[in-house]
C-alpha cells in the first residue's frame, strides 16, 4: 500500500509542479469578462503567447525519464514493481473510463466558451492551437512507439509512451493555458483528470510505470510547442499577400495531418 501511494503521489506532485509555474491565482469572479467592454474584445481576438522556458523543465524531465528507463535495470524493476502493486497483486476486471477522461479537459474548454465563459484566447484560435497540438502528439507518439517496440504489461506491444495519458496532460495543459488564470480550480480538475488517466492505464494493466510519466511529460509538451507555433503559423497564413489558401487533411497508417498549400499574390 505504501508503494501505490508513492506511485500516485509522484504523477501528482508531477502535474501540479507544472502547472504552478509562474500562475496568478485569480478570484472567481474574474471568470466571466465584461463583454461590452471593446478593450476586452479586441483582447479576444489578438492571440497570447505566455510560453516561458522554465515551463518546459518538468514535462522535459518526465520525457527524459522514459527514455533512461528503456536502458535501466533499476527504473524497470521499479516499472514492474508498480504493475505488481497496481494489478498482479489483485487482478481485477477492467475498466474503460480512460478512454474517455483523456479528452475531458479539453472539451471542457469548448464548453465553458458555450457558457459564454471566455478564456484567454478566441473560440477560433483555441481551436487551431488544439488541433495543432494533437497533430504533434500523435504524429510524436505513434513514433516512438513504433520505434521503441516496448511491449505492454499484458503482453500487447506499443507501450511507450503512453498515447491516452499523453493526450490527457496535453488537454489539462490546454485547460490551464486558457483558464488557469481565471481560477485555479481549472488547473486542478484538469490535472486531476489527467492524473486519473495515468492511473487507469496502469490500473487496466496497459502501461508501465514509465510509459505513463514519460506521456505525461510528452502531453504537456505538445501543448506547449502548440502554444508557441500557433502564432507563427497564423501570421504566416494570414499575411497580406495570401490570396488563397487551401487546407487538405491526411490520414496514413493510424497518423492524422493536414496539408496546406498557400498562394501568393
Not at 59 to 64: D, E, F
Request: hydrophobic content about 40%; glycine content about 8%; charged content about 15%.
Amino acid at each position: 500500500m505504501t508503494k501505490h501511494f508513492l506511485y500516485i503521489l509522484s504523477i501528482l506532485l508531477m502535474s501540479w509542479a507544472n502547472s504552478s509555474f509562474g500562475q496568478t491565482v485569480k478570484t472567481l469572479t474574474d471568470t466571466v469578462p465584461d463583454t461590452t467592454n471593446n478593450k476586452v474584445r479586441l483582447e479576444q481576438q489578438n492571440f497570447k503567447n505566455t510560453v516561458r522556458l522554465k515551463a518546459i523543465i518538468i514535462p522535459s524531465v518526465a520525457l527524459a525519464y522514459g527514455f533512461v528507463k528503456l536502458g535501466s535495470n533499476a527504473l524497470t524493476k521499479l516499472d514492474v514493481e508498480a504493475k505488481h502493486e497496481f494489478y498482479s497483486e489483485h487482478p481485477h476486471k477492467k475498466f474503460i473510463i480512460d478512454d474517455y477522461m483523456q479528452f475531458a479537459p479539453g472539451a471542457a474548454v469548448f464548453a465553458l466558451n458555450g457558457l459564454g465563459i471566455k478564456g484567454k484566447n478566441s473560440l477560433l484560435d483555441q481551436s487551431g492551437v488544439y488541433l495543432l497540438s494533437n497533430i504533434i502528439l500523435n504524429g510524436t507518439t505513434q513514433s516512438l512507439k513504433r520505434i521503441t517496440n516496448v511491449t505492454r504489461p499484458d503482453g500487447t506491444s506499443n507501450a511507450f509512451p503512453s498515447g491516452h495519458t499523453a493526450e490527457a496532460f496535453a488537454s489539462a495543459e490546454f485547460l490551464r493555458r486558457e483558464y488557469g488564470d481565471q481560477s485555479v480550480w481549472y488547473t486542478v480538475s484538469g490535472y486531476g483528470a489527467a492524473t486519473i488517466v495515468g492511473l487507469m492505464r496502469m490500473y487496466n494493466n496497459k502501461h508501465w510505470f514509465s510509459d505513463v510519466v514519460a506521456g505525461a511529460g510528452l502531453g504537456v509538451l505538445s501543448t506547449q510547442a502548440s502554444y508557441w507555433l500557433y502564432p507563427k503559423i497564423k501570421k504566416m497564413l494570414t499575411g497580406k499577400n495570401v490570396q488563397g489558401l487551401i487546407t487538405l487533411p491526411s490520414y496514413n497508417q493510424g497518423a492524422i495531418g493536414v496539408g496546406i498549400v498557400r498562394v501568393f499574390k
